[in-house]
């Protein structure tokens, strides 16, 4: 267990350097057993150091923490009814269902889609619904807009 504890100070410590933070030594957080087991199961099972892991496992989150922050702030670009359409699209409603239960015409839901694919940046309905996958719409679906 010291030799995980000093391994996670030495990364932790260089992360920070590396980002140009300098701050005192500290005590390194307590890994727990299970975790401590997950990251040497891993490391053994794809022949790498535990730090390897640790380095790519951290990077892949801050990456998917990024991502979400970007989607989020592309959502609030929306106005309410362009959410509304990006909502139904997630739920899989084609633009005619989306046209009927907004009421709105179906040439109205595919300028929304055309204004929503543009701001978040992305080709088509299925990229959409793959970029806002880990999303839960469930209650746009339950929504009745009149």
């Known amino acids: ?5 000093t391994l996670l100070l030495t990364f932790w410590q260089r992360l920070l350097n590396d980002l140009g933070f300098r701050l005192p030594a500290r005590q390194p957080f307590p890994l727990g057993e299970e975790l401590q087991q ?12 535990q730090e390897e892991i640790m ?40 633009n005619r269902q989306i046209a009927g239960r907004l009421m709105i015409s179906p040439e109205t839901v595919k300028t929304h889609v055309r204004h929503i694919l543009e701001k978040f940046q992305v080709r088509s309905k299925l990229s959409l619904r793959l970029t806002l996958s880990d999303w839960d719409f469930s209650e746009w679906g339950e929504l009745n807009p009149n």
């Open 55 to 94: 380095v790519d496992l951290l990077t892949c989150a801050l990456a998917q923490r990024q991502a979400a922050e970007v989607n989020l702030r592309r959502w609030r670009e929306l106005s309410p009814r362009e959410r509304q359409v990006a909502a139904l699209i997630c739920l899989d409603l084609t």
């Open 1 to 5: 267990m010291d030799t995980m504890r």
């Open 38 to 49: 997950s990251l040497e199961h891993l490391a053994a099972r794809e022949r790498r150091t």
